[in-house]
């Protein structure tokens, strides 16, 4: 376990790109000083083979899963210990979330099954894919009432849904061929959207038939790979391959876009919003990774701070309401904290 703190961050020239049908339009925005650094802590994982997807329980449960050695893992952060469930048979467990009764929910990547582990009695019920084609489930998120779980499957190309009450599942096969849907998140109106790394869109799936909307994100080399939805309906993603932060405006039905501080090379991955409506995305493309935080309302760069460990690569994020604080999992062997108080209100 180790705690640091690194500064000096480097002043952001951004600009916004805004685009109607096909009709694209170039912004300039002012250039955004980016100078307060936020406190990161993590945690080393022992005998880890690649933890991530950390989820927020409690003040002091973050559960997490090791993709590699196939295991789940909980940490407790106030003392540092850790606790591992083995999941047997070469799950590959991808991501996990929590209820609020406390149970755990993983998708089992390599098994074609989405897990439910309840910790009091540390049993494991399986729920098999219906459909041999979505062998790979990947990213869970929890409707409004976490009555259902929604979930990609980007291999097999579907986006699905898990009723918790019967455990039936519903898939529907995304339209463009090879999209590979990646992130997930749900809107305010009870809409899921995920993003499509296969390609240069985004997509919406009806609540209740699952038909699937696909949004054309104007430049062909745009790459989505994660998500966040803000209170007004706007979707945020990060433009994986451009390294752009993005935005869609669902009534507008237009586009904008935002250069990262490392441009082209940025290689944004995991995102997260927190309770003040900013954005925290980590560029991966450059050693050490870097926590950078985008102001949704003022659209520019409030924080710049590299991950101590270096990262490798954090691929996903978590955002706890009750504390504050944004966990994550990171490819340098880490379960890490970000403290957001430092960035101010």
């Known amino acids: 376990m180790f705690a640091l703190s690194w500064r000096g961050a480097a002043a952001l020239y951004s600009c916004a790109l805004a685009t109607s049908a096909l009709l694209l339009t170039f912004m300039p925005i002012a250039a955004a000083a980016a100078e307060n650094e936020i406190e990161i802590r993590e945690w080393k994982v ?5 933890p991530r997807d950390p989820f927020a329980a ?6 997490f899963v090791d993709q590699v050695n196939g295991d789940l893992g909980r940490l407790t952060p106030s003392t540092g210990k850790f606790f591992k469930r083995d999941l047997g048979g070469g799950a590959g467990p991808h991501n996990l979330i929590v209820g609020k009764d406390g149970i755990v929910w993983f998708a089992g990547n390599r098994n074609a099954y989405i897990g439910r582990y309840d910790p009091k009695t540390d049993l494991i019920e399986r ?15 929890f409707d409004q009432d976490q009555s259902h779980i929604w979930f990609t499957v980007q291999g097999g190309n579907f986006i699905g849904r898990l009723n918790l009450a019967d455990r039936s599942v519903a898939l529907k096969p995304v339209p463009t061929k090879g999209a590979r849907p990646y992130g997930i998140k749900v809107a305010p109106d009870g809409t899921p959207w995920a993003a499509l790394l296969g390609t240069n869109k985004l997509a919406s799936a009806d609540p209740e038939t699952l038909d699937i909307t696909e949004y054309t994100i104007p430049d062909e080399g745009a790459r989505p790979r994660r998500l966040e939805i803000t209170s007004d309906g706007r979707i945020w993603y990060s433009d994986y391959s451009r390294g752009t932060l993005g935005r869609y405006d669902p009534k507008s039905k237009s586009f904008a876009e935002w250069s990262l501080p490392s441009g082209e090379r940025s290689a944004p991955y995991g995102t997260a919003l927190d309770g003040h409506g900013r954005i925290w995305v980590v560029e991966t493309g450059v050693q050490p990774n ?3 935080g985008f102001d949704t309302e003022t659209e520019k760069v409030v924080s710049i701070t590299p991950v101590p460990s270096g990262g490798g690569t954090v691929r996903h994020m978590m955002y706890d309401p009750e504390t504050g604080l944004v966990w994550f999992g990171a490819d340098s062997l880490t379960i890490g904290r970000a403290d957001l108080s430092q960035a101010g209100p």
Not at 46 to 50: D, E, I, L, S
Not at 134 to 140: E, N, Q, R, V
């Open 46 to 50: 022992p005998n880890a083979g690649r």
């Open 58 to 63: 409690g003040p002091d449960e973050v559960w």
């Open 127 to 141: 729920i098999e894919m219906p459909d041999p084609a979505a062998a790979d489930p990947h990213t869970l998120v």
């Open 290 to 292: 870097r926590f950078v």
